[in-house]
């Protein structure tokens, strides 16, 4: 409940992945998790490149994602505390701006975290296991300056996701290919970052330098009629359909089922959903959801979750 005692937002999560049908195992990643006393979503998901040249991408894939939720899960306790109030807008915006280059920085130190105990490339000759002269076989090093050699990144090359959604602000970022899918309760979608079908299999990546510039950002106040339910997808679901009005049929599908089978059910659903979408595209399918569910003072939403991925 708000402070004001009046209705308020209670969050139901989705939340699964499968691998593609040709393949040993995924290099996707998703989470779906609520923060600051259920008040909050944070969703993400990353897509490892897979690749020869990114043969530690499935790596990558999950530490964008543990890297974005960290630091989004802090933003969205701020959003909490200090969003219902306009004012804070303008700064609430410029620390969304810069959660990419935060995440990016994360990222890059658990990739140089693990090259300095497992390099992908092997150690060259002369060098110490497991890192700087006088370490001992077995002890774990974390990098120091002047001390690690660059870490190949492209090795762990991965695609990012998220979102931050509350009752009064939806943000969310994208780095790479990948689909968000915001779905009102009469179905109508809306896709903030969409600009056409993709033309080929080239996308921007966590391991290109200073990668956060090239994060998009879609900030949007929440004024007007309760928040819309935020679909997130790594692009193996959508490559599965024949064209984008086929997916957006699915996006809207999903959360008309939510409403007249329940969020439970959609979730029962959801690997056998993903597992023909992965016969089709051939890659793994990701997604990550969050459905809103207006519930009256005093009221518990029908299945809450709290920091649940």
Avoid at 40 to 65: I, K, N, P, Q, Y
Avoid at 136 to 158: F, M
Avoid at 288 to 309: E, F, K, R, S
Wanted: aromatic share 6%; glycine share 12%; net charge neutral.
């Amino acid at each position: 409940m708000n402070t004001t005692g009046t209705s308020t937002v209670a969050w139901e999560l989705l939340d699964g992945g499968v691998k593609g049908v040709a393949k040993k195992y995924s290099q996707d990643r998703g989470r779906a998790l609520t923060t600051a006393d259920g008040r909050a979503v944070v969703l993400a998901v990353a897509d490892g490149h897979g690749s020869r040249a990114h043969f530690r991408s499935e790596l990558g894939a999950r530490w964008a994602v543990e890297a974005f939720t960290a630091g989004a899960r802090i933003y969205a306790h701020e959003v909490v505390r200090r969003g219902q109030d306009a004012a804070n807008w303008p700064r609430l915006l410029a620390e969304a701006r810069s959660l990419p280059q935060q995440v990016v920085h994360a990222w890059r130190r658990r990739v140089q975290i693990h090259e300095a105990n497992s390099p992908a490339h092997g150690r060259k000759p002369g060098a110490a296991p497991g890192g700087p002269a006088g370490a001992t076989a077995g002890t774990a090093v974390r990098p120091t300056a002047g001390s690690a050699p660059d870490a190949d990144l492209a090795v762990y090359g991965s695609t990012l996701v998220g979102a931050v959604v509350t009752e009064r602000l939806l943000v969310c970022w994208q780095l790479g290919d990948g689909d968000i899918v915001l779905v009102d309760p009469d179905g109508t979608t809306r896709m903030p970052f969409y600009t056409g079908p993709d033309m080929g299999d080239e996308t921007e990546s966590l391991c290109e330098p200073e990668a956060w510039r090239k994060a998009r950002l879609h900030w949007q106040p929440l004024t007007g009629g309760p928040p819309p339910g935020v679909l997130i997808s790594t692009d193996g679901l959508s490559k599965s359909f024949a064209d984008h009005e086929g997916f957006l049929a699915f996006a809207s599908g999903v959360r008309s089922r939510a409403a007249s089978h329940g969020v439970a059910a959609v979730q029962a659903q959801l690997p056998d959903w993903l597992g023909h979408a992965a016969k089709y595209s051939g890659d793994d399918a990701t997604l990550a959801g969050a459905i809103p569910a207006v519930v009256g003072p005093g009221a518990a939403p029908a299945h809450p979750h709290t920091d649940t991925h």
